[in-house]
Every structure is written in structure tokens, then in C-alpha cells.
């Protein structure tokens, strides 16, 4: 009986300016000589989650206010990470602009899956900017960030629902706020008005503004893990009845990772850094955490690797190796990978 050649998962960040799924095939190709291959790309935000999302069949559009993502069952939407503050005041941003957005990827049929990528906003108004330009109805400017928000008296988000309806809502949040509160000592305002040093007298009034709104429109969310989370907009999705997740289990999600991972004997993933402050992101995370659960070894790829041996075991990490040097990104994760692919699959 012939031998069973080793199967290896390459599931892969953005890396040297390639984006997720292009950097996993480069991988690959070091490996396919002695291993049977699979790909997958992964990513935790930004233009690099919609090409991760949509590769290889699906459609990326290229705005100048942000991207959009088009697969048949999937609309994934994301800004560009501009500030969006009103003046100088850091507690002041609307989450309008992001609606808008929104708005101009919603014609015609509401999408099975639409993806909101909430990573790289900058906002503070707890989704209000977001809902009116979908078609919520207040008694003050609900796009002009928080502070109007103070007199609010009534409002109407069940057009929003509506037009939402059937879609399943997702909206990617930054790894690690997914249990972030919107209000009170522990909420999105007091957290970084006291890091500005802001007066106690503006974060108690921007706290009860907020307060005052997610009263008004869900108040069985008011008090949600997560709704917090990416300037409160994690708020607004969870009271159109959506859920939240980051970026790297979306794609995870939607590849179908946890079949991969079962069938694989290694996986190997890329990132940009891979040091003791970066710890790889949010994709190498991911990872760790799932090959741990299976008991399949992760190995980490990465122009910049600066984490020990032990640092790397108590994340999950089998081993992290530098990207070959060379003048091309793709040339140098295939040497990369043919190199690993030598001593790994040798194991087998």
C-alpha cells in the first residue's frame, strides 16, 4: 500500500503586500511537490478581509470611501479608516459616513449574508449615524455624533429592520472587544475619556447621551457584551438583531476552516510581524486557538519574527520561521514553504 502523503493546511494573512488567499497559495506551492495542499485566506479587517472573503470567485469594488464585497450569498461592506470626528473632539464621531456606505451597497434585494467590517471606524455614537441613513426617524440629528442625542425623545428604526430583514447580519468588530459595554464605568466613553484625560463632567454627559438613545431603540441591548465594541456600533448591530464576530472567524466561518483543519496534519499560516507585541494579529490567534482544539500543529511564517520558543508554545505556536529573502514576495513564500515543507513532511 502506498504511503499516505501529508496533508497541510495553508491558511494565511495578508503578507508582504499580497493579500491572504495569495500569499497561502505561494505557500502552497512550496509544499505541493510533497504534501497535498489546501488554502485558505484570512484576515482581520480592512480591504484585506474583503479580498479574503471574496477570492477567488467573488467581486471586490474599490471606492474611495471604502470597499465593497460581492459573493452570491454574501455582501461585505467596509469604509477606508479616515477619522471621523466632528472638530477636535475625540468623543464626537458619527458613524454616518459608514451608513452611507451602507446604503449605496443595498440596492435592490437584501443580500442572505451582509457583512459590516466595524474595524477600521472611528466613531462614538453607538451605530446612530449608521441607522439614520438607512432610514431611522428622530426628533434631533441622529448623524452629528452623540451630543444631540441628549434630547432625544423618539425614534424609529423599524424601516432599518425592514429592509434588513432576512439578511443575516454580521458585523466584524477588532479582536478582543467582544465583551466591550457601551455604558457606564466600565463603557466606550469613561474607558477613553479618562486614557484623553477628558473632565469628568463631558464623559458623563457623552455616557448619558448614549444612554439616553440606547434606551430609546433596544434597551435589552443596552447592556450587551460587545455593545461597545467598535464605537458603540456593536449596539447597532446587535439591536437590528445581528450578531458579532472578528474578522479572521468570518472567513474561517465561511471556508469551512473546521473541516480543513480536522483533515490536516499542519497548518501553516503568514503574517507581517510576529513579535512578542504583535503576536501575529488576530489571524494567527484564530488559528492557534483552533489547531489547539484539534491538536494540529500551527507553524507561523513572517519577515519579522521575535518571540521565543516558550513565548510561542504558550499561545499555541509550534514554531515561527522568517520569510526566505528575496526582491519577491510570492518567490520568497515559496521558498519559504519548500523549505518547511523539507524538514515537516518528513515527519510522515
Known amino acids: 500500500m502506498a504511503e499516505r502523503r501529508p496533508r497541510v493546511l495553508l491558511a494565511s494573512g495578508p503578507l508582504a503586500g499580497l493579500s491572504p488567499r495569495s500569499a497561502a497559495v505561494a505557500l502552497a506551492r512550496g509544499f505541493a511537490e510533497a504534501a497535498d495542499v489546501a488554502v485558505v485566506g484570512l484576515a482581520e479587517g480592512g480591504q484585506a478581509l474583503g479580498r479574503a472573503l471574496v477570492e477567488p470567485d467573488g467581486e471586490l469594488e474599490l471606492l474611495r470611501s471604502g470597499w465593497l464585497g460581492r459573493l452570491p450569498d454574501l455582501l461585505a461592506v467596509g469604509a477606508e479608516p479616515v477619522p471621523s470626528g466632528v472638530g477636535d473632539d475625540p468623543l464626537g464621531g458619527s458613524s454616518a459616513d459608514l451608513g452611507r456606505l451602507v446604503g449605496y451597497a443595498l440596492q435592490g434585494a437584501a443580500p442572505q449574508t451582509l457583512l459590516l467590517d466595524l474595524t477600521t471606524v472611528d466613531v462614538h455614537d453607538a451605530g446612530a449615524g449608521l441607522l439614520a441613513t438607512l432610514g431611522a426617524v428622530a426628533d434631533v440629528p441622529l448623524d452629528a455624533g452623540p451630543a444631540p442625542l441628549a434630547g432625544l425623545t423618539r425614534i424609529a428604526a423599524d424601516d432599518v429592520r425592514a429592509r434588513l430583514a432576512g439578511s443575516d447580519l454580521v458585523g466584524v468588530i477588532p479582536p478582543g472587544q467582544d465583551a466591550d459595554l ?30 439616553r438613545f440606547a434606551q430609546a431603540v433596544a434597551p435589552d441591548r443596552a447592556q450587551a457584551p460587545g455593545a461597545g465594541a467598535a464605537g458603540g456600533l456593536g449596539f447597532a448591530i446587535l439591536a437590528l438583531g445581528g450578531r458579532l464576530s472578528t474578522g479572521a472567524a468570518c472567513c474561517a466561518e465561511r471556508a469551512g476552516l473546521g473541516r480543513a483543519l480536522r483533515a490536516a496534519d499542519l497548518v501553516v499560516t503568514g503574517c507581517d510581524s510576529f513579535d512578542f507585541g504583535s503576536r501575529g494579529g488576530g489571524v494567527v490567534a484564530e488559528l492557534a486557538a483552533r489547531c489547539e482544539a484539534v491538536e494540529t500543529p500551527l507553524v507561523v511564517v513572517s519577515p519579522v519574527v521575535g518571540m521565543s520558543g516558550r513565548e510561542m508554545r504558550v499561545m499555541g505556536v509550534e514554531s515561527a520561521h522568517p520569510l526566505e529573502p528575496g526582491p519577491e514576495a510570492s518567490a520568497a513564500l515559496t521558498a519559504t514553504g519548500r523549505r518547511l515543507a523539507a524538514g515537516w513532511t518528513a515527519r510522515w
Open 182 to 211: 457601551l455604558l457606564g464605568l466600565r463603557g466606550i466613553t469613561s474607558r477613553r475619556g479618562r486614557q484623553l484625560g477628558l473632565p469628568a463632567e463631558r464623559m458623563l454627559a457623552v455616557d448619558a447621551a448614549l444612554e
